[in-house]
């Protein structure tokens, strides 16, 4: 069974974050390193808006892989627009089931939700 590139990019993206690393490896090409260098070029912007937008959740105080789901989610709604926001909301949610807990794609969802009203001019 392959690898959706969305679930390799999490996966880059929360070993990149644990292990305080500067980028991807080069095993990652295609949509899952350009989701991966996209989310890493554009990190401060990212952590302020969900840092807005988590009431009383500091990012760095997020469980490591709702943090990286939150980041991947909230740049394909910035700067991905051929990407419509409901498959960016599914596919998070879907991501943090799969890979967190059942409370986290609560948690994904609702501040993903949110942000997706502002990053985009069509509501979800």
């Given amino acids: 069974m392959s690898i959706e ?3 390799r990019a999490l996966r880059a ?10 980028g991807p490896g080069d095993e990652l090409s295609g ?3 350009r989701l991966v260098e996209g989310v890493l070029g554009r990190l401060p912007e990212l ?6 937008t988590a009431n009383r959740w500091r990012v760095e105080r997020m469980p490591p892989v709702d943090r990286a789901i939150l980041r991947l989610g909230l740049y394909e709604l910035r700067h ?6 409901a498959v960016v909301l ?7 089931k799969t890979y967190s807990t059942e409370k986290s794609g609560a948690f994904v969802n ?6 997706a009203e502002s990053a985009r001019d069509r509501e979800v």
Avoid at 47 to 52: F, P, Q, T, V
Avoid at 91 to 96: G, H, I, K, Q, Y
């Fill in 80 to 85: 991905e627009p051929a990407t419509p926001v």
């Fill in 13 to 22: 993206l929360y070993e990149i974050d644990l292990r305080k690393l500067d």
């Fill in 90 to 96: 599914s596919e998070a949610v879907r991501l943090a």
């Fill in 31 to 33: 949509k899952a390193k």
């Fill in 5 to 7: 590139p969305r679930d």
């Fill in 110 to 115: 609702g501040v993903l939700g949110v942000l």
């Fill in 47 to 52: 952590d302020r808006s969900l840092e807005a």
